[in-house]
């Protein structure tokens, strides 16, 4: 009976997972990790936020957008998975959209 619920066969393919969309996510994880620990740490310091929290949220956006162009480079390879690239560009937009209204908030 178990045999009859398992996939027979095998399946080969050419694709693969595009190193630039694997970079992608990593720098969108990066982005999104430090704009968040940059929150934590003003809300632990009940609002008060030194100049160097705004440095991380600025090069976060900054990695965010370098994040962004090699997701968008990277989806448009042929034979890829898109897994990688597709989370990449969410990740590095979220960093954007969230490093943007705060910076905007600062001013």
Do not use: E, H
Request: glycine share 12%.
């Amino acid at each position: 009976m178990a045999q009859r619920f398992r996939k027979s066969g095998y399946i080969f393919t050419d694709k693969k997972n595009p190193r630039w969309g694997i970079m992608s996510t990593l720098l969108g994880l990066i982005a999104v990790v430090s704009v968040v620990l940059a929150v934590y740490c003003t809300y632990l310091d009940k609002g008060n936020a030194p100049m160097q929290y705004g440095m991380v949220v600025l090069l976060s956006v900054i990695y965010a957008m370098t994040g962004m162009l090699l997701g968008v480079k990277s989806l448009l390879g042929k034979d890829i998975f898109k897994l990688f690239p597709i989370m990449g560009i969410v990740l590095n937009v979220l960093a954007v959209l969230a490093g943007g209204f705060i910076l905007y908030l600062g001013y």
